[in-house]
Structure formats: C-alpha cells, structure tokens
C-alpha cells in the first residue's frame, strides 16, 4: 500500500506581474466576483427569509444571466463569464459546507478584507508551450517560474489572486505524481511551546526565526505612523501597503520555517507524534503568545498531515489527556505543580528535565503506546471532562482502533493491549511505573 507511487491534485503558486491593461482587466474581474458572490448570497438569504425557498446553484446562475442584461449590472459583461460562475459554485459550497454544520453562514464579500481572487477553468485560459494566456487577454501572463510544474503537465484550473501587500499570484493546479519515501524506524515527539516553535524528544528545539523581532519592531513604527494619517488620504493608502507588506514578510518566512521543519520531520521519521493542540487551549488560554504560536502551530500540522500522507508516514495525534509537562519521561511520576516559568526542574528519581524536551518524550511514549496497540486506549481516569476517546489517529490505518479483547483471540494482542491500558492508567494515577509502555530502549531516549 504504502510504496506505491499515486497521482494527487496539486497547486503550484507562482508570482506574476501583470501589465497595466491586464491588472486593470484583473481588477475588474475581482469586482465583478465579488459583486456576484454577494449578489447571489442576497437572493438565497432574502428567499429563504420571505418565503423559506432554497435557491439552488442553478437558479443563481440563471439569475447570473438576467442581471447581465440589466443596465446597472451590464458591466458584468466586461470581464470573462467564468469566474463569475465559478463564484457562484464557491457559494453553493460554503451553503453545503452550512447545510452540513461544518461552517457558519455564508458572509458578504468586502472589498477590503476579503482576498481578491477569480478562478478560471479550462475553457477561460489558453495554455501553449507553458505559457498562459487567460480569456479576454492578448498576451499572456509573465509569470516568475520559481519551479517547474510536473513534467507534460497542464493545468485543469488557475486561480489569480491579488494579497494585501500588492503582489499577484498565479496557483495552477495539476496532476503530480508523489513517491512515498523508504521507511525508516525512527520516531519523534513534538510539542509545540511559547518559548520554542516546536520542541522534539531528541532535544532539539526549533526557534522562531531571531529576524522576526526585527521585524516586530518595524510592523510597530509603521502601524503608528498608519494611525497617525488622515483617513482616505493618498498617504494613508501607502500607509497601509506599507504595514500589509511587513505583514506578508513576516508571514512568509514564518511558512518557509515550517516547510521546512515540516519536511525534515516527515523525512527523517516513520512515526511522528504531536499533541493535539486545541485541547490544550482549552486547558490554558490566557496569554497573547499562545495564540501567535498556535496559528503557526495549525499550520504545521496541516504541513505534516498531508505530507506524512504523501509520503506514507504515520502521524499520530495525542489529546492531552496525562499532564506532558509534569511527567517525568523517566520513571512516570507526576510533579505536583509546575508554573510556566519553570524550565528546568529534578524528579525525586534523580533525573534532571528540560520542561518542553520532558513533554515531547512524554508526547512521543504515549503516541507509541497507541501505536503498538491501535486506538483502544482510554484514559482510566474517574473525571468526565470528556467523553471521547483518549487518542485519536490521523492515519487510516490506525483509525480502525482495536476491538475489545473477544474469545478466541490472540493472547499476545490480549496482553498488549492490556498493557497499554496499564501505561493509561499509571499517568493518570500519580506516582506509577510506565509498566511495559513505551517499548523500550528508543533510539531517541538515550
Ligand atoms: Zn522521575
């Protein structure tokens, strides 16, 4: 299952810079979206409200058609019909997205917050010996290729946008074919912290690029000189880009960081382990930093989640369910209190800890402990905070978990899941052995 190559849709983002005739094009495309967007979202929410009709997608489309021929609306026809219908069908997806209670309710497009973007289909773009011409443009778009798209690829759709800081983007999306790399035995456990971007079980710790607080100190004298300008004036436009510009750098080099760890991870380890972090918000949700580092913490794991996926390594995610910080990986006893400021602390046992290195080994035993006996693990423990299982497992395979002991059955898978209830059990009850889990020695234990 896991050697096998396997086909993904991919998108490749590259920058491009427009010509002033297509920028303006482009611009009035975005309108012309967002106008439609919200157009359409008026009408399913006003039908709904008077006479709780449901207006489906193709309903808006023909309604699409008639404010075409209206004279207010008759500049819909400027600009190519495609990303028009394609705002429509996002529409029906984020009322689906509604309708299944994944999200909220569609909201209005604004013309300041929202990204400005249209998105064409094969038939509203023309693509020849790698260069895209896009409909209703002459020449075709020169765009930076900062890498090469999947060999005799074309793309089946492509997405401009325009972000805050000015720059245009380019995404096409192709077939690529991805190869799971050689297995290897190794395993980590990461915990993401304030101090360090991620602290893993080997001792590692990766920092947050030391450039940001350069960078800090630049975003804070330019959103005071933003405030300090007229509002509407020429000055506080540039104001504006200005800020929107340190923002995208501070963003993008936040990302490549995290590609790159991500990719480093996911090639070195078959079995990576990381907390479940929403759970732990919830544990201690008061500072500031916590919520900078838990939106690059969101983006990791969306990197390592589909890039374990690709590449067929497993990635387990722990709910906090047994106190990380005050275990000791040594001999499983649990510290009565540990403050925030506290890095470096000695267990009764005589190990000395680093606090966050402590944590992602006792991330990494408890993912492993699952590993080696499915998704059965409960936290033996008499509070109700929740209901749910202790684990959960992103791959598929462990999602099955395992079935409660039956007759008949294997002795040995009997024991091992017995012992995996005994690892639960000793982090929940103060002071115990870790029993038999994690297996033991590990490489990254030493
Ligand atoms: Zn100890």
Redesign the pocket.
Known sequence: MRSVTRCVQRAFKFRFYPTPEQADLLNRTFGCVRKVYNLALEARTTAWHQRQERVNYNATSAMLTGWKKTEELAFLNEVSCVPLQQALRHLQGAFTAFFDKRAGYPRFKSKHKSRASAEFTQSAFRWTDGRLTLAKMTEPLKIIWSRPLPDGQAPSTVTVSRDAAGRWWVSLLCQDTITPLPATGHAMGIDAGLHHLVTLSSGEKATNPRHECADRDRLARAQRELARKDKGSANRAKARLKVARIHARIADRRRDTLHKLSTRLVRENQTLVIEDLSVRNMVKNRSLARAISDAGWRELRNMLEYKADWYGRELVVVDRWFPSSKT??????VAKRMPLNVRLWT?????VHDRDVNAARNILAAGLAVTACGAGVRPQRDSSRTGRSAVKQEHPRATKGIPAPRDGEDANVRSRSFQCRVFAKSHATLGHRYANAPPDPLPCFS
């Open positions: 000791c990986s040594a001999c499983g006893a267990c009764p046992c005589g190990a």
